[in-house]
């Protein structure tokens, strides 16, 4: 007789609120934050990035910052607006079915 047994599997989600995660002062800083939150050794799955803004006077994200964060994370599979993101630092999980509301203040999908 044999049995199977079945692993439950869970995702681990981090959330960060974001508000400096842009430092067009000190690109050293910026890239060395970003690579320990891309690390493996953080122990989650998928990281939310709330209040993502810049320090412009315009309150969000330009174009420009949005590509700055796209390099920042460049192998995740990811999802990012004017104020949020989500960012898949498990390469065994993808983000599908995104909706981005009207304002771009939240993003759901499924993974």
């Not at 891309?38 to 330009?62: F, K, M, P, W």
């Amino acid at each position: 007789m044999s049995s199977t047994t079945h692993k439950n599997s869970s995702i681990r989600i981090a959330s960060l609120n974001a508000r400096s995660i842009i430092k067009l002062s000190n690109p050293t800083i910026q890239r060395q934050y970003a690579k320990h939150l891309r690390s493996r050794d953080n122990n989650y799955d998928i990281l939310c990035l709330q209040e993502v803004v810049s320090t412009t006077l315009v309150g969000h994200l330009s174009s420009d910052s949005i590509t700055i964060l796209q390099h920042l994370f460049p192998t995740s599979n990811s999802i990012f607006t004017k104020y949020c993101a989500i960012i898949c630092i498990n390469p065994r999980y993808t983000l599908c079915n995104e909706f981005i509301t009207i304002d771009e203040r939240c993003i759901t999908a499924s993974v």
